[in-house]
């Protein structure tokens, strides 16, 4: 191969690669604006008649209740490992009481909420993209809209305020038995006296620590009831097309979950210190 077409090969592929990254980026952005625009119509039609209260409770069931044996389960055993880790930390400088006070306030604050929102956008988010997803690939949405009835009024408004409110309900659930999780690893494995262990939490936490995290997962529950509803709606053909959506359901919350956090935090930082 001579140097003139050696040139033009490297020419063609960097357009190529080039033309990929355009590409990618202008999908996203439309995503993006998709996703805004379905977030935005749910909050309007939100306070307006009918208010479907059964499909709500419902949700409420699927999204809250049968969510709580994972809520806990993981909340449980990551206050287990906190408390753990943070008194082996603390030990060497004979501060390992205060493993209390250090890891309530980490678990209310960032880990108890955050964890619990990643890991319910796994269940929450794939169960709405894949109901809606075979909704779409069985028709059952274009014969909603023929007889007279708004998808986004009948399928996302119930999901969005079901996770609105469970999200944070389940949290407070997490938070504590997390806390308790932890206590029970710093009496009996850390050998803290429980009365130590008691005075040191509570002169650590504070309400404000629970609302500051409880607040994020009012955004969070909203977060994956829209983007589970989006990607169940722009769902493709087949059983593949519900798959695909499934899976880009789960990580495009857990992905957002984690980027909302940040500034959140930065948010709730200047009011509630």
Known sequence: MNKK??????????????????????????AAGRM??????TIQL????PFRIR?????????GIMSIPIALLTSAFTGMVLVLQ??????PLGMKVYASGISA?????????VLTSVVLAGRVAAGIAAEIGTMKVTEQIDAMKTLGTDPVDYLVVPRFIAATIMFPALAVLAIGVGIGGGYIVGITVLNIPYGQYDANMW???????YLSGLIKTIFFGMIVAIVGCQKGFETGFGAQGVGESTTSAVV???????VANFFLTSWIIQIIP
């Open 5 to 30: 077409s050696l040139d033009c090969t490297l020419e063609q592929q960097a357009d190529t690669f080039l033309s990929r990254i355009g590409r990618q980026t202008v999908d996203t952005f439309e």
């Open 36 to 41: 805004f625009y379905l977030f935005v119509r």
């Open 46 to 49: 939100t306070f307006r008649p």
């Open 55 to 63: 499909l709500t409770v419902d949700q409420m069931i699927q999204i």
């Open 86 to 91: 943070t008194g082996m930390q603390l030990k």
């Open 105 to 113: 306030i980490s678990f209310a604050r960032e880990i108890g909420p």
């Open 203 to 209: 002169s650590f936490l504070r309400f404000e620590d």
């Open 252 to 258: 495009t919350s857990s992905i957002l979950i984690l």
